[in-house]
């Protein structure tokens, strides 16, 4: 990412923002796959794929700038997913189930190698940064002073924060109470001294200076380790199982959407057996 966009200080707000690196050491065919001209371009294209998304909004359409949304965010996703599957007489779900690789995955499901789709990490993939995500609130009038807007990257180290997504701001379902606003902070551990007061001294120094009416931690993870080259490694996956999801395809779920025309594009090309 340093050499597709560089503008240091932009490039490494824009890295720390979503995957927690310096620009240097991401690659760009997988975070900005399009600035990079990585793989073969979708058979629809960006503005055509948008518009034909914006019309499967029930009931509403998002104004320009806003992003489309769920109600109840992703969790609604997952939950109507994990239904559809309870529901689905062929489909077995198992939980707590010891597969540390694809191979132990198709040993277990009794099924070729071939079969399955790996959306993890690989074995030997080097492990990304840890990450921990806050969710802060305020009131209205407390966050006056704060822009309505996607939100804000810090490439600045000596900041605990990365990045605040402005949640309620940009979404059309609701993610806060009447009359406050809901921000979501990114505090990468490599710049955190894991003391939640030097995340809220950040806080009033960079966002509100006023106590939030929520502080809530919701976890830590890893983030995948995508260095340079890291599509290049993927294209040259030679295993016979696949391997999809974010350490595989990218960060966005237009992401998803794109490969999904691009894999249902390719498969009506294919002859009829």
């Not at 073969?40 to 055509?48: D, H």
């Not at 309620?168 to 894991?194: E, I, K, N, T, Y």
């Not at 599509?231 to 395809?249: V, Y």
């Not at 998803?256 to 025309?261: C, F, G």
Request: hydrophobic fraction near 45%; aromatic fraction near 6%; charge should be negative.
């Amino acid at each position: 990412m340093a050499e597709a966009l560089p503008v240091a200080w932009l490039a490494d707000a824009m890295t720390h923002g979503i995957v927690n690196a310096p620009a240097a050491d991401v690659d760009a065919d997988l975070l900005m796959p399009t600035m990079a001209r990585y793989g073969e371009e979708p058979p629809m294209s960006r503005r055509a794929l948008a518009r034909a998304i914006r019309t499967t909004y029930p009931g509403w359409t998002p104004k320009r700038g806003q992003m489309g949304s769920l109600d109840e965010g992703m969790e609604a996703l997952i939950e109507a997913l994990i239904a559809a599957l309870v529901n689905d007489a062929s489909v077995d779900v198992h939980f707590g189930v010891d597969v540390p690789a694809p191979e132990a995955a198709a040993e277990h499901a009794g099924v070729s190698a071939s079969s399955v789709l790996w959306a993890a990490p690989r074995v030997n993939d080097e492990p990304g940064p840890a990450l921990t995500v806050v969710a802060v609130g305020y009131s209205n009038d407390d966050a006056a002073s704060v822009p309505v807007g996607y939100g804000t990257l810090f490439p600045d180290v000596d900041s605990p924060i990365s990045g605040i997504l402005h949640e309620s701001d940009v979404h059309h379902g609701q993610r806060a109470p009447p009359g406050h606003r809901l921000f979501r902070v990114m505090v990468p551990h490599a710049r955190w001294d894991g003391e939640e007061e030097s995340i809220r001294a950040a806080l009033r120094k960079v966002l509100c200076p006023a106590e939030p009416a929520l502080f809530e931690v919701l976890g830590t993870r890893r983030v995948p380790h995508v260095g340079p080259g890291h599509m290049q490694r993927i294209e040259a996956h030679a295993e016979p199982w696949s391997w999809i999801g974010w350490s595989a395809t990218g960060v966005a779920i237009t992401h998803v959407a794109s490969e999904a025309e691009r894999l249902a594009d390719l498969m009506r090309q294919k002859p009829a057996r």
